[in-house]
């Protein structure tokens, strides 16, 4: 599959004719109805050309998103329109419609040829498939629609230019338009279309703050090197992206310690470092940790597309788990946890996590329990703050194992103040007043018959009662419990027992009889 057919990017100046579709149905049990809309935008102005919706009386989710977009496609053919992206947050409607997935379901085969059908009319169709937070005006139109309200004049279709977002993952030139130097580009391949989605670095906003700040505080903007904003654009060749904005740290200059000792007076400092040479080792030494391990060896191979240098059997490994990962462009994998089910993700959910090698494991939760910074937290504690950042195969039960068996906590921490009261301290008040139960079996058939041993007990003197039983039912039971306890002692106030409760209950039910 073309990459560039998969994953449409068109560059901001582009002019031509975008479709956005979206759905809202309800599920069988509550009524199966539902509604679709379709919008036709022109680009690059983004004017609404056509925006209407449909409800539907009965359907699924499904077959709404695909009455949408081919209603969408209908009406652009109806306009005179030969060239189309169409764009949806429908993963399945999308990916069968370019054939990158089966249909395999009788109502979706018909929708799905009605659909290559009307394609066949254009000149072109590429496809981008995006998070419905993207597509926010498609799927307001569709709400109201569903809800019997929909109002579109020229008011409306307003707001709908204003809730719209599509530009923000459909144009490749997003970048900064302060950026006026080209920084080494870092991109993270993944394989799954549904993981579109940007991720930016923490310090990006703070860094953009202050970048503004600077630009209206100075009247003769000074360029610092490696300080200028950096903006990751995707790569052609590849299909899925994270895109992430970030600040590039303040370069200085690598002093070399030779000539540096020869300068009268030179003393050394912490100046005399890269850090950013210290960071690229650091990752480097990282991704050739991971490469000595078969299984992220054999998922670094799959994402970059060299299935073929895979056996059979590896290669289908890798491919059930590839969905899960990205890999940066210098060569590390990153773990992208999702949640179970059929919600969109957050971006917490969406957050990279390094993918650690077993030779690294140790260090890493050195670093987050006995370091300054870990501060020896509890297990709970240290395994999200492990969890929030890195990744492995067994990590709640190495961390688990790591903290039980630090010296220093276990030393030198108390023992909790507060101590739950245990139900079963019971205090006899008298002889007899609770009475324990319990069986002994199997035993040895004696010449008797009898093969299990019942054994009462008294708490308050320890007094013990053993009674020889060819069967153990309820009556059984009962009929002892009346000759060795009831008729000798009296009635106790407690019985403990770890029998079935319904088994006990049929035992006092045949004793109620007796008496």
């Excluded at 609770?434 to 019942?454: E, M, Q, W, Y």
């Excluded at 008294?458 to 009831?486: N, P, Q, R, W």
Aim: hydrophobic fraction near 35%; charge should be negative; include cysteine.
């Amino acid at each position: 599959m073309d990459p560039e057919r998969l994953y449409a990017r068109v560059p901001s100046d582009f002019v031509g004719d975008v479709l956005s579709f979206d759905d809202s149905a309800k599920t069988e049990k509550n009524g199966g109805y539902g509604s679709c809309s379709w919008i036709v935008w022109r680009l690059p102005t983004w004017d609404i050309e056509i925006a209407a919706s449909a409800h539907l009386s009965s359907t699924t989710v499904n077959i709404a998103e695909y009455t949408g977009m081919n209603h969408g496609v209908a009406a652009a053919l109806d306009r005179g329109i030969t060239d189309l992206i169409i764009v949806g947050d429908s993963r399945l409607a999308i990916q069968q419609s370019m054939g990158v997935i089966a249909c395999k379901k009788d109502t979706l085969q018909v929708e799905l040829a009605r659909h290559k059908a009307l394609t066949k009319q254009l000149s072109s169709t590429r496809y981008l498939h995006v998070l419905r937070t993207y597509n926010p005006s498609a799927d307001a139109l569709a709400t109201e629609a569903k809800a019997g309200r929909a109002i579109l004049n020229a008011e409306r279709n307003a707001e709908l230019r204003v809730l719209n977002r599509i530009q923000e993952v459909l144009y490749v030139d997003r970048g900064s338009a302060k950026a006026k130097k080209t920084a080494p580009n870092i991109t993270a391949v993944t394989r799954n279309q549904a993981h579109r989605v940007r991720f930016e670095d923490n310090g990006a906003q703070n860094s953009a703050e202050r970048n503004s700040a600077e630009d209206n505080s100075a009247e003769e903007p000074q360029e610092t090197p490696g300080a200028e904003e950096t903006t990751r654009e995707p790569r052609e060749d590849q299909g899925n992206e994270y895109e992430v904005s970030y600040q590039a740290p303040e370069v200085h200059r690598v002093v070399d310690p030779a000539e540096a000792a020869a300068e009268p007076g030179w003393t050394p400092s912490a100046q005399d470092v890269d850090p950013v040479a210290v960071q690229a080792e650091r990752r480097n030494g990282i991704s050739k940790a991971q490469d000595e391990e078969c299984r992220w060896a054999d998922s670094k191979t799959y994402l970059r597309g060299q299935i073929d240098q895979l056996t059979r059997r590896r290669a289908y490994n890798a491919g059930k788990v590839g969905d899960h990962f990205v890999l940066s462009e210098d060569g590390l994998l990153y773990y992208v946890g999702r949640r179970r089910g059929r919600g969109e993700p957050t971006d917490d959910e969406l957050k990279l996590r390094l993918v650690v090698p077993t030779t690294l494991i140790d260090e890493i939760l050195q670093s987050c329990h006995n370091s300054l910074e870990g501060g020896h937290q509890g297990m709970v504690r240290t395994y999200h703050r492990v969890r929030a950042d890195y990744y492995w195969i067994g990590l709640y039960a190495d961390t688990i194992k790591h903290v039980e068996s630090c010296e220093d906590c276990s030393t030198s921490k108390s023992k909790p103040h507060l101590q739950g009261y245990s139900p079963g301290n019971l205090v006899s008040e008298r002889p007899f007043h609770t009475v324990s139960l319990d069986f002994v079996i199997p035993l040895p058939k004696t010449t008797r018959g009898n093969t299990a041993l019942l054994m009462l007990q008294d708490h308050f003197t320890g007094f013990v009662i053993a009674k020889a039983m060819s069967e153990t039912g309820a009556l059984e039971v009962a009929k002892v419990f009346e000759e060795c306890v009831l008729r000798r002692f009296g009635a106790p106030s407690l019985i403990r027992h770890d029998r079935d409760p319904r088994f006990m209950s049929e035992v006092f039910q045949k004793f109620s009889e007796m008496m």
